[in-house]
């Protein structure tokens, strides 16, 4: 870490306190193009709003073209309030109760994807001929990606998407339903995906489905084909997108099909750091410990997957062997940051960073043993600014009756 990124974490940690989010506007914008120049056309690509929700960073992926792929009302309402038209706004592949399918129906969003029965029943319910809303149809392809196992989505046993052998009828029935344009086949696999090779066997799936809907006489247009592509957590080389779509490309080629894409963690995760500040120092059984004010309730991913994500001293180098644990505060023994590190110079008081944590960082942060959430900031040509601040007490029992 350089001398002045440093000082500038320092500045911050001052000045908001700690943990504190830490996003860098420059390397949101370099990951979003290295997407949008893999695909040729910033039209393809839907940043999947589950990874990062805030506003300030929502409103620069909008300013690069690029669409938003929603799971929820909330993330939908967040989408707009950014500033992302309708047209570029898909609401995806998700458990979604029959109220938000109806919701998105005719409001002119760029694609509703449909993925259980009582959906496709509000779907036609809801359909308005003078308002015809595009559909697609989500895949479940019985596909084990390679990641961990409550990240993959694209299982025989997942929750989410139909069977191939149901899709003919419901896209017969969709097809029949004035007001309702079936033209897409979506698959999501998962997340964490460290190989284009999942993708290849999705494809074998989607397009044996998609020639035996060439004859219903509505053909499918397009294939909405997901994220998922992994981050490596442990160094800075990852997958890159351009070989996952030109692959894709590839296999279209001469079919008439286009495709689409719904990157999250690898456009918000190496955009963001996580700066935390150590309380003590602890040995347990000969294994040196550092607990520090950010947990579990900030930061999930070691207590969900096991996420070993980078950690660093803001001043120093690393020192000694790697078995440094890095706990929270909470009032769980499961309360992990990371564990094996090489930080045994670090003493209380000291900054850390955890890497990589745009994605998936403060979507999941909880208020468990009534902790606010921590505060965001933006990095910008060398300065920062608050885009969340951090919840005050009184935040917490805000809808609560206080008497």
């Known amino acids: 870490m350089s001398r002045t990124d440093s000082d500038l974490l320092a500045e911050i940690a001052t000045a908001q306190g700690t943990p504190t989010y830490v996003y860098s506007a420059r390397s949101l914008e370099a990951a979003t193009l290295r997407w949008v120049e893999a695909a040729g056309d910033a039209e393809r690509i839907f ?20 669409g938003i792929e929603v799971a929820t009302a909330g993330e939908r309402a967040r989408a707009e309030r950014a500033g992302f038209p309708a047209d570029r706004i898909l609401l995806g592949g998700v458990p979604k109760s029959a109220d938000v399918v109806v919701q998105g129906m005719g409001s002119g969003l760029g694609l509703v994807v449909l993925q259980a029965g009582h959906e496709v029943d509000a779907a036609v319910s809801a359909a308005d001929p003078a308002h015809p809303t595009r559909i697609g149809v989500r895949v479940r392809p019985g596909i084990r990606a390679g990641a961990h196992p409550s990240l993959e989505t694209g299982r025989t046993d997942a929750k989410f998407g139909f069977e191939p052998a149901d899709v003919a009828d419901i896209w017969s029935r969709l097809a029949a339903t004035g007001g309702l344009e079936p033209e897409v086949l979506a698959v999501h696999l998962g997340s964490g995906i460290d190989s284009l090779e999942p993708w290849d066997r999705a494809l074998d799936v989607l397009l044996e489905l998609a020639d035996g809907l060439a004859a219903s ?42 495709s689409r894409f719904e990157p999250g963690r690898s456009i918000m995760a190496r955009a963001g750091l996580l700066l935390t500040r150590v309380l003590y120092r602890r040995e347990r059984e000969g294994t040196p410990a550092l607990v520090c004010d950010a947990g579990f309730t900030d930061f999930a991913r070691f207590a969900l997957y096991g996420a070993q994500h980078r950690i660093e001293a803001v001043a120093g180098s690393p020192a000694g062997p790697p078995t440094v644990d890095v ?39 909880s208020n468990y043993n009534s902790r606010p959430r921590p505060a965001e900031v933006m990095l910008e040509n060398g300065d920062f600014r608050v885009v969340r601040e951090r919840e005050t007490l009184e935040d917490l029992w805000r809808g609560e009756p206080t008497t």
């Open 47 to 66: 940043f999947a709003a589950k990874a990062n929700t805030n506003l300030a960073v929502l409103r620069r992926l909008c300013g690069t073209g690029i």
């Open 327 to 365: 706990l929270g505060p909470t009032c769980e023994s499961g309360d992990v940051i990371g564990t094996g590190r090489s930080l045994h110079d670090v003493q209380p008081g000291d900054l850390l960073v955890v890497r990589d944590v745009g994605a998936y960082g403060f979507v999941m942060a």
């Open 217 to 258: 006489g509505v053909p499918v247009r397009e294939f909405d084909l997901g994220g998922g592509l992994g981050v490596d957590y442990s160094s800075d080389v990852d997958p890159d997108p351009a070989a996952l779509i030109h692959g894709v490309d590839r296999r279209l080629l001469g079919t008439g099909l286009c």
